[in-house]
């Protein structure tokens, strides 16, 4: 089992920056693919960014030079650095991790852009 815990969520101005974090309950080594995805009112739960084993990441094209990804392997954690933010990324973010074929959600934070 795999544990994820999200926390950094909040409401921003336009143009501002937040950063989500979420703590896994296991060595981030052990972890197949760690990601974040995100879901807008009335939409379908997008991919935002994710980071393999290898520490390959992808990123949606709306994201790219705007939001970075990062682990800290030490602390069990990755990170979303999200800067410049736009009223259009207001959404529940949500901490996806897959390991040994199993995927495992945290409980999701909210962002909210608006000024």
């Known amino acids: 089992q795999v544990q994820l815990v999200e926390s950094g969520g909040g409401l921003v101005q336009p143009g501002g920056s937040l950063r989500l974090s979420c703590a896994a309950s296991v060595s981030i080594y052990s972890i197949d693919v760690m990601a974040w995805y995100r879901q807008a009112p009335g939409k379908q739960r997008e991919l935002v960014a994710a980071v393999s084993s290898g520490g390959f990441t992808n990123y949606i094209d709306s994201a790219k030079g705007r939001f970075t990804l990062s682990r800290d392997n030490a602390a069990n954690t990755v990170y979303l650095q999200m800067n410049s933010l736009k009223p259009e990324d207001t959404a529940v973010y949500y901490c996806?991790?897959?390991?040994?074929?199993?995927?495992?959600w945290g409980q999701g934070t909210q962002v909210t852009v608006s000024s």
């Open positions: 996806y991790a897959s390991r040994l074929s199993q995927n495992y």
